[in-house]
């Protein structure tokens, strides 16, 4: 299951990516949003 999760990213950004539950770990989350079907941008999990 994947989720919309505010990060802290580069140099103060702070993006707001579609994460799965494994690569969310890999970052600080700053908030976290909605359930997304959409892929995870990093591993690219859809399932
Ligand atoms: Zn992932």
Redo the contacts with the bound molecule.
């Keep these: 299951m994947?989720k919309h999760y505010t990060v802290e990213g580069n140099n103060h950004t702070y993006p707001t990516l579609a994460?799965?539950d494994?690569?969310v770990k890999d970052y600080v989350v700053i908030s976290e949003g909605e359930r997304t079907y959409d892929d995870?941008e990093?591993?690219?999990?859809d399932d």
């Design positions: 994947r994460l799965c494994r690569c995870c990093k591993c690219g999990e």
